[in-house]
């Protein structure tokens, strides 16, 4: 592949193609939820239910009704990926943890700037309501602070 200015450039890597399934799942699970759900639906009573949450905040519902400052936020974090994409680690997971908290910021980001709240739907009764990107984004994030620990 050959870029506008000459220069050669490479197949998307696994970080943009794993953050593109990301977003994608999310985006599609999070249309269905809002397309679907009109009150609680158990799917395993008093554990699992499918809940449509309007979220104006971020995680546990802090800084709700802070939609520009959390749009902000998402977008410095996507910028912080990308600036320092080249110095992600070949080797290990590292890759994946970054991907997944890419797709997850982004798939949020996409929700605040379309709809002004984010979707949540994934209701386990004893923990806020969350989806797809907010799981990305757990995993990204907690796998990431693994592996750098390690690193050190």
Known sequence: MVSMKGKRVGKPGIVFTI???????????????????SQSIPIIGGIFHLT??????????????QQWL???????????ILFYYDKIPKKGLAKAWVAMLLGGTIGNLIDRIRL??????????????FNIAD???????????????REK
């Not at 953050?19 to 759900?37: C, E, G, P």
């Not at 959390?70 to 912080?80: A, D, N, Q």
């Not at 002004?116 to 309501?129: N, Q, T």
């Not at 984004?137 to 750098?148: Q, S």
């Open 19 to 37: 953050s593109f399934w990301v977003v994608v799942l999310d985006q599609l699970t999070k249309f269905l939820a809002y397309s679907n759900i």
């Open 52 to 65: 449509l949450v309007k979220n104006t905040g971020a995680g546990f519902g802090i800084l709700q009704g």
């Open 70 to 80: 959390l749009v902000f936020i998402s977008i410095f974090v996507v910028g912080l």
């Open 116 to 129: 002004g709240f984010v979707i949540d739907f994934l209701d386990f009764r004893i923990w806020p309501a």
């Open 135 to 149: 799981s990305a984004i757990t995993i990204g994030a907690i796998g990431l602070i693994f592996y750098l620990m």
